[in-house]
T-cell receptor
Framework: DTGVSQDPRHKITKRGQNVTFRCDPISEHNRLYWYRQTLGQGPEFLTYFQNEAQLEKSRLLSDRFSAERPKGSFSTLEIQRTEQGDSAMYLC????????????FGPGTRLTVT | LAKTTQPISMDSYEGQEVNITCSHNNIATNDYITWYQQFPSQGPRFIIQGYKTKVTNEVASLFIPADRKSSTLSLPRVSLSDTAVYYCLVGMGYSTLTFGKGTMLLVSP
């Protein structure tokens, strides 16, 4: 399978703990996106990378959130000092070039903060 | 970004044609119209994209009137597996995607 993969698929953590998610995009795609989705809502944009450069961050991405994409390949999203409001599905997507309306999404990581 | 309005939910039966309309009164000249489909516990999947008139692929058709203030996603002969949330998005394609709440389509036997 050469689609976008995410790991882990599910994560349960206690409030205050740090968590890190990984996304492996489709190999030839140079754009990578992170979204967050809560129940009953559409995905909300968090940030995106063009190769290794982080080009845009949403206001939703508080100081507790950090994303990296070393070497322009896989990406990680870390949440520090998790809060119950961070509980959501975190989706990663990739696209091959400048035009972003056709993005390929991974299955997501469901985070539950207790 | 142009705001979109679509029905919260729709019901259909297997074998019927389903048309989901999206309003985007403030669409800009350079904006494209894109539809995504999302199954439970999965990421969204690109269905179709268009700029004007009609676009058809193996999954759906997209009808866009001349004024481009609305668009209609047409799913021919739906099956139970078409039960999903359908999102209408409007943008230039060089910006990040902005999803609304989408339309929950429920297909019954």
């Amino acid at each position: 399978d050469t689609g976008v993969s995410q790991d882990p698929r599910h994560k349960i953590t206690k409030r205050g703990q740090n968590v890190t998610f990984r996304c492996d995009p489709i190999s030839e795609h140079n754009r990578l996106y992170w979204y967050r989705q809560t129940l009953g809502q559409g995905p909300e944009f968090l940030t995106y990378f063009q190769n290794e450069a982080q080009l845009e961050k949403s206001r939703l991405l508080s100081d507790r959130f950090s994303a990296e994409r070393p070497k322009g390949s896989f990406s990680t999203l870390e949440i520090q000092r998790t809060e119950q409001g961070d509980s959501a599905m975190y989706l990663c997507a990739s696209s091959p070039g400048l035009v972003s309306y056709e993005q390929y999404f991974g299955p997501g990581t469901r985070l539950t903060v207790t | 970004l142009a705001k979109t309005t679509q029905p919260i939910s729709m019901d259909s039966y297997e074998g019927q044609e389903v048309n989901i309309t999206c309003s985007h009164n403030n669409i800009a000249t350079n904006d494209y119209i894109t539809w995504y489909q999302q199954f439970p516990s999965q990421g969204p999947r690109f269905i179709i994209q268009g700029y004007k008139t009609k676009v058809t692929n193996e999954v759906a058709s997209l009808f866009i009137p001349a004024d481009r203030k609305s668009s209609t996603l047409s799913l021919p002969r739906v099956s139970l597996s078409d039960t999903a949330v359908y999102y209408c998005l409007v943008g230039m394609g060089y910006s990040t995607l902005t999803f609304g709440k989408g339309t929950m389509l429920l297909v019954s036997p």
